[in-house]
């Protein structure tokens, strides 16, 4: 199949893409290394599938870039490109929300639509996020609770959901949106917690805990993530929404108790208030997936921290001895 991943050099596109190279497939990755965090991090995400001969990289702005001749011959698109993080996203940075995950969805789904929706494009998978739920009150939550999200970044991911959903129905665009429940393991985004609390303990820091920590998470692991995806790719169903979820619902602290075994050592934790958008607790019900997908999530937290933990050793040592 001919792929199109976007936000390649991210997180979540870097490992999806890596997994496509992996089973035979060929990948155009588009990514323009918005700033939110290192590029030197992300250009280290793409290194495995820069070996390869069947990937080609595309530095490019969804925004400005010629999205007709990117598609041209597309079979999947991944559509991972995205302003991810809740704290940033209120007061005057939302334009630059509203830019890249609600604008630029609606231009790859201009793109996406008419003669090659009908003729070549068998599927478009969307990154969506538990985050439009907000707190739901329903635990564990189902895809027919109501968005509520108490971010504008949910707000923006909903909206991106929505148009997605529209294109399906509207210009027979073949979607699944795949709502992500708070994903972990290497290649973690720096400002997650999971990334900051395993380098602060490596590098005997203290951690920053917003809030009182009883707040709880559903944490899906990487690997999940990415098979979720391409199971979505490779069914017939299609104008899906669904979760995509860890398994089980964890405290923060809690996961602190885990990180510290994994480590073996304690932790030293600075408590702040909490933050506004931080939603107090998440919790998928992953029924639908697995009637769709056949998904199921294999992999316990304690695991996915020691790889994550793995990873990270090898890239806070590199960068700080400068290997
Ligand atoms: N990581 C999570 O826990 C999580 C949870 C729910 C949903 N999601 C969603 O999953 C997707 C991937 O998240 P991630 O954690 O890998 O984030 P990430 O920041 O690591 O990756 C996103 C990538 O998209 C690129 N990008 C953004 N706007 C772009 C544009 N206009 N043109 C080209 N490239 C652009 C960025 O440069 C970045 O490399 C996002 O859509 C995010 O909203 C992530």
Redesign the pocket.
């Known amino acids: 199949m001919r792929c199109i991943v976007?936000?390649?050099?991210?997180?979540?596109?870097?490992?999806i893409s890596d997994a496509l190279l992996e089973a035979g497939h060929e990948v155009v990755g588009?990514?323009?290394?918005?700033?939110?965090?290192p590029r030197e991090m992300?250009e280290r995400?793409l290194e495995n599938a820069r070996s390869h001969d069947k990937f080609q990289f595309v530095e490019?702005?969804?925004?400005g870039?010629d999205l007709d001749s990117l598609l041209e011959g597309a079979d999947w698109i991944f559509?991972?490109?995205?302003?991810?993080?809740v704290r940033a996203s209120w007061g005057g940075s939302f334009s630059i929300y509203t830019?890249?995950?609600i604008l630029?969805t609606q231009m790859l789904l201009e793109a996406a639509k008419g003669e090659r929706a009908a003729k070549t494009l068998k599927k478009f998978v969307?990154?969506?996020?538990?985050?439009v739920y907000g707190s739901a009150e329903i635990l564990p939550t189902t895809e027919k609770v109501l968005p509520c999200p108490v971010s504008p970044?949910g707000v923006s991911?909903l909206a991106a959901e929505h148009l997605v959903g529209l294109y399906d129905k509207e210009f027979d665009v073949p979607t699944v949106s795949l709502?992500?429940?708070?994903?972990?393991g290497p290649?973690?985004?720096p400002d997650?917690a999971f990334h900051r609390f395993i380098k602060a303990g490596i590098l005997d820091e203290p951690i920053t805990v917003y809030g009182d920590g009883e707040q709880s998470r559903d944490f899906?692991f990487i690997d999940d993530?990415v098979k979720a995806n391409i199971r979505a790719a490779e069914v017939e169903s299609r104008g899906e929404v669904l979760n995509i979820g860890g398994g089980s619902r964890v405290t923060l602290n809690q996961t602190i108790s885990v990180i510290e075994d994994v480590l073996g050592k304690k932790l030293v934790v600075d408590r702040r208030e909490r933050q506004h958008g931080d939603a107090r607790h998440t919790g998928a019900d992953t029924s639908r997936a697995k009637s769709v997908l056949d998904f199921a999530p294999k992999y316990p937290l304690e695991k996915g921290l020691s790889a994550e933990a793995d990873w990270l050793e090898t890239a806070v040592l590199s960068s700080t001895t400068g290997k």
């Open positions: 976007t936000g390649a050099a991210g997180f979540v596109g870097s490992s588009i990514d323009c290394f918005i700033d939110y965090y992300k995400n490019q702005n969804l925004l870039a559509h991972q490109a995205a302003q991810a993080g830019d890249n995950n630029a969307y990154a969506s996020s538990s985050s970044y991911k709502r992500y429940f708070t994903v972990f290649r973690q985004r997650m899906t993530i």
